[in-house]
């Protein structure tokens, strides 16, 4: 995530390129913000808005920007910071004042004994648990989740449905993903606890992009964390096992928002977003994304806005 200024739609479509991910992802060498610092707050009637690191995040930050700017508030922009352990201590001390999150492993990063994974429940204990001076906004039926993917020929070599069904494989698997997901609790920590799978060695990749759909393709690993609105996985014929214990909890789109910046208009223009906003929209968004000509966050957020008559 790179958060020292505000990006121009260029730059953060430039980003794309880095290939399609998620809920997570490493900080950026070049962002004040990844090495611990932080920038001053944005003036009180300007809300700046920031983003993660792959690009449906950044979209959705497009998004929440345009319907803003539509409403007559002023917004910065400050995308591509890196990961929610970048991005939330941004968050609590001003840098930034909103941002497209996930409601399952957002919940879980502020607690970590959460034990709530429907959608619902999740949402409320969410509510709760997250620190002042940030609130959550309504929550999306848009559902982005981590996910256990495996080629479809070593699914069918394995006779793999479900994530338990590696069990008893694993010690001769390497599993691939964001570097966080090698500690977070529904990463490997949640697949071992949950399911007894224990693999061979984890690989840190990219958060869902290029290099961990290559190496899924080539055999680099077995197994890895790609999300479920990611449209390569149907593209590649890359096959979700199943997850029936809930090792990964409901994550539905919600804007996290510093509460002093939440006023009226802002909330009726974020709300009226969420609730536009659908798993399958997600899938094409992306789709549109990864597209070859690459199109820019600016321009398929403009659009997407314009299709549902915002």
């Known amino acids: 995530m790179k ?10 479509g430039a980003a794309l390129v880095l290939g399609l991910t998620a809920c997570g992802g490493g900080g950026g060498s070049n962002d004040p913000l990844a090495s611990g610092n932080s920038q001053a707050p944005a003036a ?61 492993v957002l919940l879980q990063y502020i607690n970590k004994n959460a034990t709530e994974t429907e959608g ?21 039926a848009a559902e982005n989740k981590d996910a256990v993917v495996v080629t479809g020929e070593y699914a069918q070599q394995n006779n793999l449905k479900n994530i338990g069904d ?16 090698q500690t977070r609790p529904d990463g490997i920590p949640g697949i071992e606890k949950t399911y007894g799978v224990k693999f061979k060695e984890f690989k840190a990749l990219d958060t869902g992009g290029p290099l961990t759909v290559a190496a899924l393709k080539d055999g680099t690993v077995q197994a890895a964390d790609l999300f479920t609105t990611d449209p390569t996985i149907e593209d590649s014929g890359f096959v979700v096992l199943g997850d029936p214990d809930n090792n990964f909890a409901a994550q539905n789109v919600v804007p996290l928002i510093n509460s002093s910046k939440a006023n009226d208009t802002v909330k009726q223009a974020l709300n009226a977003v969420q609730a536009k906003l659908t798993t399958e929209g997600l899938i094409e968004l992306n789709r549109t994304l990864n597209g070859a000509d690459k199109p820019d966050v600016g321009t398929v957020a403009k659009n997407w806005l314009a299709q549902q008559g915002l």
């Open 3 to 12: 958060l020292a200024r505000p990006l121009t739609l260029v730059a953060a």
């Open 44 to 104: 009180s009637d300007t809300i700046r808005i920031g983003s993660a690191d792959f690009p449906e995040n950044q979209v959705l930050a497009e998004i929440y920007a345009q319907s803003l700017e539509a409403k007559g508030v002023k917004v910065e922009r400050n995308f591509n910071i890196g990961s929610r352990e970048v991005y939330f201590p941004a968050l609590t001390d001003g840098s930034i004042d909103l941002i497209p999150d996930y409601t399952g």
């Open 166 to 181: 590696l069990a008893p494989i694993a010690g001769q698997a390497s599993f691939g993903g964001p570097s966080e997901f």
């Open 120 to 140: 619902d429940a999740v949402y409320a204990a969410l509510q709760k648990a997250v620190p002042a001076p940030l609130t959550v906004l309504d929550k999306a």
